[in-house]
């Protein structure tokens, strides 16, 4: 294993020499993907708890590399051992981000292009009339202080989700969503799947973030809308029960503070595929005040 480890480091030492040495596209192009797998790693396991294992292992790696060079036997073996076992482990420990890293290649808009999976499309006054439901249920929600969450299914399908919960199957309606998230009500406790413009499901129950960087002032609400979007592309919408801030969870990040405007805006780029979403998050977080609850 250990041979194998010089192998491959010298081979990258190779790749990077023969691109400054004798620079061709196929050099060039090498490195460039290289650094975007690199990239995208990273960016897998940053804030996550893996965060501090993918450390971990690095430091192992620097370790026996240095316990080879300086003929230390004893400690030299020992690694061996453990780096032999090393892919398996690595597969078992980074499961979850493997996971994410294939849903995101499988939901991005290139892949899509390339399947010739349709984007769907309703029809204007239908999409702002389910935005005005919605818009109005959150923000009288946000008035009386009632905790709620909604999670708004996008290419991921969320069905192991929904068999979590209450088969609920409705159009989209302010009163509705309202007395479903009423306290004390059967459906209260627990989250709202709305897809295709319908009310899916109630009293779901989602996966909580495991990001240690969340504020603990936070609650059990919004870890699970976070970790919804940590493994889906789903966004989810959350009415805070203490304060009645109205907050946005999308791709493992919170926006908070949103107002009637800003959620219009969020709602009517959901429920229209063609339009960009990323221009209204920029708008949004420059205007979100500071976390604090």
């Not at 010298?10 to 975007?36: K, R």
């Amino acid at each position: 294993m250990m041979v194998r480890l010089r192998e491959f480091l010298w081979s990258v030492g190779s790749l990077f020499t023969n691109l400054f040495q004798h620079p061709d596209w196929h050099n060039i192009v090498d490195v460039l993907i290289l650094a975007v797998l690199i990239y995208n790693g990273i960016k897998l396991v940053m804030h996550t708890r893996s965060n501090s294992l993918f450390k971990g292992i690095a430091a192992v790696l620097v370790i026996a590399w240095l316990a080879s060079a300086l003929h230390l036997s004893a400690v030299s073996w020992l690694l061996t051992q453990i780096i032999s076992m090393g892919l398996l482990f690595i597969v078992i420990l980074f499961q979850p981000e493997f996971r994410r890293g294939l849903e995101q290649i499988g939901r991005s808009r290139l892949m899509r292009r390339v399947i010739g999976l349709p984007a769907r499309q309703d029809p204007a006054d239908r999409v702002e009339s389910s935005v005005a439901e919605i818009v109005r249920a959150m923000s009288n929600m946000s008035r009386k202080k009632i905790g709620a969450l909604i999670i708004i299914e996008r290419h991921t399908g969320l069905g192991d989700v929904v068999e979590t919960g209450t088969r609920v199957d409705a159009e989209i309606s302010a009163p509705l969503i309202e007395n479903i998230f009423e306290p004390n009500t059967p459906l209260h406790d627990g989250a709202m799947v709305i897809l295709n413009r319908r009310i899916e499901a109630a009293a779901c129950i989602l996966p909580l973030s495991e990001d240690p960087t969340i504020s603990r002032e936070l609650g059990t609400r919004h870890r699970a809308a976070i970790g919804i979007t940590e493994t889906t592309d789903a966004v989810s919408l959350i009415v805070s029960e203490e304060t009645g801030i109205i907050s946005m969870a999308r791709e493992g990040r919170l926006t908070r503070h949103l107002d009637g405007r800003s959620l219009t805006i969020l709602l009517t780029e959901l429920f229209t595929p063609d339009r960009s979403m990323y221009s209204w998050i920029g708008t949004l977080r420059r205007e979100a005040p500071e976390d604090g609850e």
